[in-house]
């Protein structure tokens, strides 16, 4: 089946410092691939996805590229913000036969002021 | 229009109890999931429905765990004898079909359960 594998956190962070969260997958075929986020007290949301290789998913100033020769889907963001704070899953999902989202153990973020 | 809804928002109850987990899921998803996060163990997929097809029940932990949809649209996640090892948060997912095959999922609120 598929695995997701991010980097750990926590991650600490000053207000406008660029973000990197890596993530790769391992998984049969090509699967979607995505990022949710979790804020503080709230449910999962999604962030960003991408269905295909080279495909970028974008929103809220986060990217992340589906790279297949790499299998990876590392989120970025130029300029992080004190409201970005929160934990960010990154998650697979192969749509052929098995529909559940393997998802990566979380990455919290903390950005200071 | 309205996400996906869980209710109770919170869940107290004694070892040995049974308790439902409700959810709605956004109205024509067509699928709707299951997962349990807890602490140390992230996000685990327990079951999956699709329409009137068998669910996929492959994740579900034990026997103790079982879950329903009825008319395609509200699904009940029931833990019998509920155990200490049980204390998570219950998220409900639903994704609509389309001609690529599945989208994103949308995630309810979650339940979270204490077993004391």
């Known amino acids: 089946g598929n695995s997701v594998t991010q980097m750990e956190g926590p991650v600490t962070l000053s207000e406008e410092a660029f973000l990197t969260i890596n993530c790769t997958y391992t998984?049969?075929?090509?699967?979607?691939l995505f990022w949710y986020v979790q804020y503080p007290g709230e449910g999962l949301q999604l962030l960003l996805k991408?269905?295909?290789?080279?495909d970028k998913g974008s929103n809220k100033g986060f990217e992340a590229t589906y790279r297949k020769e790499t299998t990876s889907f590392h989120l970025e963001k130029g300029s992080v913000q004190v409201s970005d704070s929160a934990v960010y899953f990154c998650?697979?999902?192969?749509?052929?036969?098995?529909?559940?989202?393997?998802f990566g153990k979380g990455t919290k973020l903390s950005v200071i002021p | 229009g309205a996400g996906v809804s869980q209710s109770p928002s919170n869940k107290v109850t004694e070892k040995g109890k049974d308790v439902e987990l409700r959810c709605d899921p956004i109205?024509?998803?067509?699928?709707l999931y299951w997962y349990r996060q807890s602490l140390g163990q992230g996000l685990e997929f327990l079951i999956y429905?699709?329409?009137?097809?068998?669910?996929?029940k492959s994740g579900l932990p034990s026997d103790r765990f079982s879950a329903e949809r009825t008319g395609g649209s509200v699904s009940t996640l029931t833990i019998q004898r509920t155990q200490q090892e049980d204390s998570a948060v219950y998220l409900c997912?639903?994704?609509?079909?389309?001609?690529?095959?599945?989208?994103?999922?949308?995630f309810g609120p979650g339940t979270r359960l204490l077993v004391l």
């Open positions: 109205s024509g998803h067509t699928a």
């Open positions: 998984a049969t075929g090509y699967p979607s």
């Open positions: 991408a269905t295909k290789a080279d």
């Open positions: 997912a639903s994704s609509a079909r389309g001609w690529q095959g599945f989208g994103a999922q949308y």
């Open positions: 998650a697979a999902y192969s749509g052929a036969g098995s529909y559940q989202l393997t």
């Open positions: 429905f699709q329409g009137n097809s068998a669910p996929d």
